[in-house]
């Protein structure tokens, strides 16, 4: 059963700790090649507890069929807090590290690499060692309401840049509703990293 289960699971062998309950059975089968054929569950994810039926083969037909349960415990890397991070700092790659943690004791929308975090603020004070969930943290806000930005607009090679009011905030990658400055007009755009606004 384990060598099913560490050709199947999903995890690196060296990350995963597997554990068999041990159950006492005792078949007596005809005298043959004897083999076993082990199925996990379709919905069991390789994650916790879980059920594995056996079959019993002898010279290739099923004798006896039975169940035994193993725990598979996987471990990865996830990105935690080095420091106190105050509520609405950036997440800058000092003040983070990652660590081997269970993954099914983890938190939904972890992270696991430090780079993903780039442009992301504390949503509330992180302490060290808490995972860096999605529900901590938020994108940066590089445009505010009310702003005047710089707009940049592509016409086949020409490129013309201008001013306008935008009259959403938004975060790298969000799309905002912007004004222009003398009409009034209104527009969308797409907020790139450096704060301006692109519209395509």
Known sequence: LREFIELEMPW???D??????PTAYQFR???GVIDIDWRANPQYGYLGTGAFRGELLV???VQKRFTLKASVEAYGDVVVAATDIARGNPLSPGALRTE???LSKLDQGVFTHVGELAG???RTTIFPGQEITSR????QILVDRHQVVIVQMRAGT????TQARAMTPGAAGDTIICANINSGEKFQGIVRSDGVVAVP
């Open 100 to 102: 081997k943690r269970a």
């Open 16 to 21: 995963t700790e597997i554990d068999i309950y």
């Open 158 to 161: 020409l490129e013309v840049q």
């Open 59 to 61: 010279d290739g037909e």
């Open 12 to 14: 690196p062998l060296r």
């Open 29 to 31: 089968v005809p005298d």
């Open 120 to 122: 992301y603020v504390a």
């Open 136 to 139: 901590r943290v938020k994108p």
